[in-house]
């Protein structure tokens, strides 16, 4: 993620691909953040997912201890 944009949550999920290729438009390419999952379901005809996994992360500019470098160690400080 951008700096101080906070956390973010990221999401994957694995799909049963039924001999179908899919590949998207370039348009859908170009815009990967701003699709419609359920319409993309839909069109390639996928159900429900067979695994998924989710985490949330922020920037690492943005943790409490990091120390940017050239102000002292450039290493992560250690916690109190």
């Known amino acids: 993620p951008p700096a101080q944009s906070g956390f973010h949550r990221y999401q994957f999920f694995v799909y049963l ?4 290729n899919i590949s998207l438009h370039s348009k859908e ?25 989710q985490f949330m992360t922020q920037n690492y500019q943005d943790s409490p201890n990091y120390q940017a470098p050239g102000a002292g160690s450039s290493e992560l400080k250690d916690k109190p």
Request: proline share 3%.
């Open 29 to 53: 390419n170009k815009t990967r953040g701003s699709w419609k999952m359920d319409k993309f379901l839909n069109r390639f005809h996928l159900s429900e997912p067979e695994a998924s996994t």
């Open 17 to 20: 691909q039924e001999r179908q």
